[in-house]
């Protein structure tokens, strides 16, 4: 079974900077895309950076310059630093990470149960 935690949530005040990690465990055939989401309180689930396993980064227009997101090679441990903390990215983080399964040899996505940021001005 393939689980991810993620870890580094709390509270900080505007400008203030915090570090996000994810870890999946389990025995796919291999790992994909590292992905950090956000969801915040009567707003839709976004994207706000990922990885591939190959080291391909992308962010989104709202995090760009401001987080950084890193991977240890094609393993599943992915952090988000967050730098430039505003109240607009006071939301739930959320870790999804692909891997192809062993019994079906399908693509499949994992995702942890989110972890609270809140920024506060």
């Known amino acids: 079974q393939v689980t991810v935690v993620e870890s580094g949530g709390g509270s900080v005040t505007t400008g203030g900077s915090m570090r996000l990690s994810c870890e999946a465990s389990g025995s796919p055939v291999s790992w994909g895309t590292m992905a950090w989401h956000r969801q915040a309180p009567g707003k839709l689930r976004e994207v706000v950076a990922q990885?591939?396993?190959?080291?391909?980064?992308t962010y989104s227009e709202a995090s760009q310059g401001r987080f950084t997101i890193s991977r240890d090679g094609a393993k599943p441990t992915a952090g988000l630093q967050m730098n430039s903390l505003l109240p607009a990215d006071t939301a739930v983080y959320y870790c999804s990470v692909e891997y192809m399964d062993r019994q079906y040899f399908m693509a499949n996505t994992v995702w942890g149960s989110g972890t609270q940021v809140t920024v506060s001005s």
């Open positions: 990885v591939t396993r190959d080291g391909q980064i």
